[in-house]
């Protein structure tokens, strides 16, 4: 996305590469009650979203019915990697929406498939402060998590926010060189359901 300012979904869309939101870009992206998806099968590490910038998500349909949804519909490949609905490098907001990711089988073994996956490591992208806040929608993720927070910096903040909405599975919070990296995780609203049988945890 090269422009910036609010973009309104018309209709069902089908995705065939990701979207990447710049640096230097804010978007807001109204889901209006349309599915943006994707199914694509990967060997190494994907998003379906990539904001570097700053990007809100809302859903202005009601009752809403707008959703992100992607599946990763490979077999896992052989070495480990995210794959993700929405990998977030920036600031990056919910309102509204239901943000999914439907990967199962190999692919939750070795792809670790999130619904949004936040942090403030990038091999590719420059990363500085990262934010996260959930105001409304649903996170979701049948098979894996539906947060990771993968706080990887020992400059940098990795911070995320819920005050609202629905968590469905876990949110895992993860500290590769702990007490010595910034992150925090502040809970303040919002429900947390378990679904297939997975822990509704932060852990």
């Keep these: 996305v090269n422009v910036g300012g609010e973009v309104t979904v018309l209709q069902d869309i089908t995705l065939t590469e990701g979207i990447v939101i710049p640096a230097d870009k804010t978007v807001t992206l109204d889901l209006a009650g349309c599915t943006v998806k994707q199914e694509k099968a990967q060997t190494t590490g994907y998003a379906m979203i990539t904001n570097v910038g700053t ?51 190999q692919v939750v073994e070795v792809g670790y498939p999130h619904a949004i996956d936040h ?63 910034l992150g925090s995780l502040t809970i303040t609203g919002g429900t947390f359901n378990n679904i297939n049988g997975k822990t509704t945890s932060v852990r």
């Design 55 to 105: 990007l809100t998500i809302k859903d202005s349909s009601n009752p809403s019915t707008g959703k992100l949804s992607y599946k990763d519909t490979g077999d896992g490949g052989d070495g480990s990697f995210a794959s993700n609905t929405i990998q977030n490098h920036g600031h990056l907001t919910i309102l509204g929406g239901r943000i999914e990711n439907l990967s199962e089988g």
């Design 119 to 181: 942090g403030n490591y990038s091999k590719v992208y420059t990363v500085g402060d990262v934010t996260l806040d959930i105001q409304g929608g649903t996170i979701s993720n049948a098979h894996y998590s539906a947060i990771r927070m993968f706080c990887n910096s020992t400059t940098y903040r990795c911070d995320a926010t819920i005050s609202g909405g629905t968590i469905e599975n876990a949110i895992d919070f993860q500290l590769p060189n702990a007490g010595k990296l």
